[in-house]
């Protein structure tokens, strides 16, 4: 018995999502008393760093060459390391790939799936998973009743918990399907993370009037290390790039912490961030009903109080 | 080509949310019910202007009881040539999977539609268990599709950016925005729906490998905290002393 995660990389560096999934995971196994295993498919030099994330063994399904990503390809390997390892669970990231992932594994292996899960499920006399539903308006808690099971987990639901330890690495060969689906080209942002995964978020909207205005928020997103998003005007009006939409229909995130500057809080937009743990709204309209949502509230305009924002934040840094 | 355009339907975001039956079931009265907007503006739209570029003929199918029929129609009014609806009531991802799963092997499709999630759930469950039933490969938020002959060229949107992908049909796709640009439709189409044909076809039996334990509604936010736009640092030691997240 094991709870196999699937561990997210990207050539020799696991991603954020494996790292939670490894603490997720092994948390989980402590639990129901049995161990962690990751797995990690297609080339990659560093698996057993997982263990310093709770991981206690990895199964490697190996291959010479970058295996892209074609969702059969991978749940034909995810299934092989699941009947290696007995698994009895297996967590996905609900990230681009997970979600790929989480209803062909369910409809392979006949196993419960339960997706955006946000917390430790309950096993205390059944399987209790629980996601965010209805535009984060309200919780869903799913018993999952077939003997395997399937969670993929909302990105900053639970925080990596390092150690010293490493894990040992198993190769495990798979004969794979051709993939048949060809990625041509893959275009991301370097150099900053991606909004998912992003544990601060400094999210801008129509209050800023003009594209070339948006210096003051890649300021103060760089002084507190966070991601730039936007609101769905703005991404419309191609001032900001698509993928920095949040909201209903951008994509959802959960940040630690969420500056809203310059957007009304509509409902479609607040239906991607609400989640977030703490929310910081700045509008200079004290009706606007993003305050509803939000922890922190500055009633003012946003060209003086970011700017003033950015200098006490650069203080308090320096401070440090 | 044969296309399938999989809508379901989902309470709009504004709707009021509440539950009966001891928080077990979703309290669907009073609640205004729309065609999920990844199905409607996106994948719908998308499989109809192929349909006009390249010719094809288009089946819209939904899981659901009698009172989608309004949603279906409003497809076909955008649309869809014909519709079929498996009944049943409350079905859950993998029940729906399955049916259209059966029906598309029946019938044999070169590209299967779903939006990229329902609005309700958000759990994108649908197409990967609808396109492992099927055998074919998936293709998940689909930002643009382009097609000649059998061969597709998709972008699909990932964490940070966009992938490019190549595969020949048939597949199963999932629109995100961007896919195609959201349609109303018109008089001639309303007209011309209440005469398109709309099959109603009984489930196939499935066994359910989850089920909903209760929901629950956080409490409500405890009201915001307003601070003086002049003195942001006061801001700054909320943030780290009260709130520890800085
Ligand atoms: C089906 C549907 C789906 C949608 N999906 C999304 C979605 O995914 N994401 C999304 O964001 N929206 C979405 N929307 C749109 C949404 O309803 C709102 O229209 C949108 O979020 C508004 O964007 P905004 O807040 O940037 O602009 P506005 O609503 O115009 O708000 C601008 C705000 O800036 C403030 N402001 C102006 N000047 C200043 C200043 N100098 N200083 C401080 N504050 C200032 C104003 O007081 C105002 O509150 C959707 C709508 C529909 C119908």
Redesign the pocket.
């Known amino acids: 018995m094991s709870v196999l995660f699937l561990a997210e990389h990207q050539q020799d560096n696991y991603k954020k999502s494996a790292f939670e999934a490894a603490t997720f995971s092994k948390k989980l196994a402590e639990k129901l008393g049995t161990t962690a295993i990751g797995v990690v498919v297609g080339k990659m030099n560093n698996a057993g760093s997982l263990g310093k994330y709770g991981a206690d063994k990895v199964i490697h399904i190996q291959s010479n060459q970058e295996v892209s990503f074609d969702s059969q390809v991978y749940t034909e390997a995810i299934a092989a390391a699941a009947n290696q390892s007995s698994a009895k669970v297996i967590i996905l990231a609900h990230s681009s790939t997970g979600k790929a992932l989480g209803g062909r594994l369910s409809a392979k292996l006949k196993a419960g799936l339960v997706s955006g899960v946000n917390a430790l499920p309950d096993t205390d006399g059944g399987f209790k998973a629980r996601k965010s539903v209805f535009s984060g308006k309200a919780q869903g808690i799913y018993n999952i009743t077939s003997d395997q099971k399937i969670l993929t987990l909302t990105g900053n639901a639970v925080k990596p918990v390092r150690s010293e330890n490493e894990a040992s690495v198993e190769t495990l060969d798979v004969a794979l399907p051709p993939a048949r689906i060809s990625v041509k080209e893959v275009k991301t942002v370097q150099g900053i993370v991606p909004l998912p995964e992003a544990e601060i978020v400094v999210s801008a ?3 800023m ?1 003009d594209p070339g205005n948006w210096g003051i928020i890649e300021e103060l997103a760089a002084t507190l290390g966070a991601t730039t998003a936007c ?4 991404a419309d009006a191609d001032w900001r790039p698509h993928h920095e ?6 994509i959802a995130i959960r940040p630690n912490l969420y500056f809203a500057i ?5 409902i ?2 607040l239906a ?1 961030v609400n989640t977030s743990k703490v929310i910081v709204v ?4 004290p009706e ?1 009903p993003f305050f509803k949502a939000a922890d922190y509230g500055v009633v ?4 003086e109080v970011v700017p003033k924002l950015n200098e006490a934040l650069k203080a308090f840094k320096a401070a440090q | 080509m044969k296309y399938l355009v999989c809508i379901s339907k989902t309470p709009d ?1 504004t709707a009021k949310i509440g539950f009966t039956n001891n928080n077990k079931t979703f309290d669907s009265s009073g609640v205004q019910y729309i065609m999920n ?1 990844y199905d409607e503006w996106y994948a719908l739209v998308r499989a109809l202007e192929l349909k006009e570029a390249q010719g094809g003929d288009i089946t819209l199918i939904n899981v659901g009881a009698a009172d989608n029929e309004t949603i279906i129609r409003k497809g076909l009014a955008i649309g869809g040539d014909k519709a079929v609806r498996i009944n049943a009531e409350n079905p859950s991802a993998w029940f729906v999977s399955n049916q259209i799963a059966n029906y598309a092997k029946t019938e044999g499709f070169d590209i299967i539609f779903t939006g990229k999630e329902t609005i309700d759930y958000n759990g994108a469950e649908v197409p990967a268990m609808i396109a492992e039933l099927v055998d074919m490969p998936l293709i998940s938020f689909a930002s643009r599709l382009e097609l000649s002959g059998n061969k597709a060229t998709i972008q699909r949107d990932i964490e940070g950016g966009v992938e490019v992908v190549e595969v020949e049909t048939p597949f199963v796709i999932s629109a995100s925005k961007g896919l195609a640009e959201q349609r109303i439709p018109n008089m001639r189409g309303i007209m011309m729906a209440k005469t398109k044909p709309l099959e109603v076809l009984e489930p196939i039996a499935v066994d359910e490998l989850i089920e909903i334990d209760h929901f629950e509604t956080p409490p409500p936010k405890s009201s915001v905290k307003l601070v003086d736009p002049a003195n942001m640092e006061e801001l700054v030691r909320l943030l780290h002393e009260e709130a520890k997240i800085i």
């Not at chain 1, 003012?300 to 060209?303: A, K, S, T």
């Open positions: 909207g129509r209050g009037k609101s769905r005007p703005v939409h949040v909201g209903q229909t951008g310059g957007i009304s809080g509509a479609q937009h991607g700045i509008n200079k309209d606007a003012g305009d946003l060209f | 975001t907007p």
